[in-house]
């Protein structure tokens, strides 16, 4: 089963259509386009309100990238969509996650649903003190996927630009592959069950440049089957791959720190000709 | 060159001299630290030494494998007590791990820092210091008096109440070493709590709980004073009936190395030697088990 048809099983509402559409300039993108409607209004841990008016509705196959500086909420509302937050003890979020139409936030969902459709990649490389070969089939067995392992991880790892770095050795520990390496292995798990949504929460602030390099080739041969959302601190990342690019900026107005959207448009105009002030002062490297 | 031939010459101040203070306090502290290392594994190789002495001339296959002997009598082994352990520390350990772990994944994953958690790990830390032959006269009160008879059942009992605590503390330590961002990983793949638990946390945790398990089963292994009070001493084979008293080795070391008869303490000594023994190879086991090949 794919997740789209997991998805849409469990789903009451599976109508791309009603898609609400998104604000601004997002809106250019037809609604039917768009995988996931993320619209969060307010996202408290207790009583601290850690981002409020995030509308950040995503396009399928394409890149969409978060950007701000530090506190600014982007790796919650990342984590927002594949309900990682949950563990997070006090959250709450008002607003609604449509996924293909159904609000993952709904009532009856079960959010480790969610999670089987939705892959995640981490800032750290975070491999199973498994074999690469066991790290890899690891999703495939959650899912009690019954079919041919061997050719799923291969694929996966092919995918993940590191088949040919391992074929060799897919006995050995994920643990002993190289920081790059690693990252690679842990794209290959995300997937291997071929998730409608892959998020990456800086995927490369652990690596060296040329690792770096690689891991973006690879996303952008990834968007021919996957959609992508990543978050990223480096600005160069975010133009070289994102289609799409939001900017978050932090408001302590109110006393606390809360992260809110500024701008969310196609990554060449937000880069060339940003409308707000925050934006373009955050471009020219004015604050961090 | 003619810049280094202004600052002080090489040979000069890299000199070694031992007359320096530094260079000599140096030394001396390493001097001390080997000297200490050394006299801290003097006890332990004094008491291997001695068992292997005293225990190795009576090594033998008849050893292994026959009664002790009664009294005066020049033949004989001690395989009724090899066994006898081994069928205790067994039923201890079919009665304690189950809980010590289930525990200990309580504490480290589900309960945290609850009020029952708390608690328990208070409990815990109480019970694992407790003298053991409070085990043996708990295990006497709800396990020999209510049955009516000493057993191997009861030794079972009290060897359990000296496991849990040690399991338990153990075990939570080495589940909660767990990365958390492996735990998040597999969450992040749509794991359930549970999955995550049985497939992620205690396999990488598994090193770190076995060898807890091994310490606290080699401990009771050992216990003397709690078999004393429960399981007792028996010159037979064990024959399947856990309700009768059983043999044991600390028991038939506490037993023959007061015996007035030469043979009945040689055994004594050869029995020490073993249960070291018995306890050195399950630990190797329990390595050679555990080991993750080619991690590096």
């Known amino acids: 089963m794919t997740p789209q048809e997991v998805l849409s099983n469990t789903a009451t509402i599976a109508d791309h259509r009603r898609t609400r559409p998104a604000t601004g300039e997002a809106s250019r993108v037809a609604a039917a386009e768009w995988l996931v409607d993320c619209q969060i209004e307010k996202l408290h841990y207790g009583s601290f309100l850690a981002v409020r008016d995030a509308h ?18 982007k790796s919650t509302v990342l984590r927002s969509l594949n309900r990682m937050n949950d563990f997070i003890p006090g959250f709450r979020l008002d607003g609604s996650v449509r996924f293909q139409g159904q609000d993952i936030y709904g009532p009856d969902v079960d959010p480790v649903a969610v999670r089987r459709s939705v892959g995640m ?78 998020l990456m929460d800086e995927p490369c602030s652990a690596l060296d440049p040329i690792a770096t390099r690689r891991i973006e080739d690879l996303m952008l041969e990834l968007k021919e089957r996957y959609t992508i959302a990543i978050v990223t601190h480096n600005l160069q990342q975010a133009q070289r791959v994102a289609d799409r690019t939001a900017f978050f900026y932090v408001d302590t107005s109110a006393g606390g720190r809360t992260g809110y959207l500024i701008e969310y448009r196609a990554t060449g105009e937000l880069f060339d000709d940003p409308r707000e002030d925050r934006t373009k002062a955050y471009l020219r490297g004015e604050f961090s | 060159m003619e810049g280094l031939s202004q600052g002080p010459r090489a040979e000069a101040s890299f000199r070694l001299r031992l007359g320096d203070r530094r260079t000599f306090a140096d030394r001396a502290l390493t001097l001390i630290a080997i000297g200490l290392g050394v006299s801290a594994l003097l006890p332990l190789f004094s008491v291997l030494y001695m068992l292997v002495v005293r225990g190795s001339p009576l090594l033998s296959l008849e050893l292994l494998t026959e009664l002790t ?49 708390v608690v328990v790990r208070f409990a815990g830390k109480v019970l694992s210091g407790m003298p053991s032959i409070l085990a043996g006269v708990f295990a006497y009160a709800i396990a ?25 503390l153990t075990a939570e330590e080495a589940l909660r070493l767990v990365p958390s961002k492996m735990k998040q990983a597999a969450l992040g793949m749509g794991a359930t709590r549970a999955q995550m638990v049985t497939k992620v946390l205690i396999p990488t945790a598994m090193p770190g709980i076995l060898t807890g398990v091994m310490l606290a089963l080699s401990r009771a292994a050992g216990e003397t004073a709690p078999l004393l009070l429960t ?66």
């Open chain 1, 56 to 73: 950040v509705p995503i396009a399928g196959n394409q890149i969409t990238a978060f950007i701000g500086p530090s506190g600014c909420g």
């Open chain 2, 69 to 117: 002997p009664g009294a005066g009598m020049e033949s004989g082994g001690i395989g009724n007590a090899i066994l006898g352990t081994v069928v205790v520390v067994m039923l201890a350990a079919g009665m304690s791990l189950p809980l010590g772990l289930f525990a200990a994944i309580y504490l480290a994953e589900y309960g945290e820092d609850s009020g029952l958690s």
């Open chain 1, 121 to 198: 990649v981490f800032q750290q490389p975070n491999p199973f003190a498994m074999s690469i070969y066991q790290n890899v089939a690891f999703g495939l067995k959650l899912n009690r996927f019954k079919g041919d392992y061997d050719e799923r991880v291969e694929t996966a790892l092919r995918g993940a630009a590191l088949w040919d770095e391992v074929k060799d050795k897919l006995s050995a520990s994920g643990l002993s592959l190289s920081g790059g390496q690693q990252q690679r292995l842990c794209i290959a798990r995300a997937i291997a069950v071929e998730p409608a949504l892959l």
């Open chain 2, 231 to 296: 399981a007792l001493f028996s010159d037979y084979w064990f024959d399947g009936k856990l309700g009768e008293p059983i043999a044991s080795l600390a028991v038939l070391i506490y037993n023959f190395s007061g015996s007035p008869f030469e043979y009945q303490v040689n055994l004594a000594w050869a029995a020490s030697l073993v249960l070291v023994a018995l306890v050195l190879l399950f630990n190797v086991l329990a390595q050679v088990v555990t080991r993750r090949p080619e991690e590096h």
């Open chain 2, 144 to 168: 020999v008096s209510a049955l009516g008879s000493f057993s191997a059942f009861a030794g079972g009992v009290a060897l359990a109440i000296l496991i849990v605590p040690t399991v338990m």
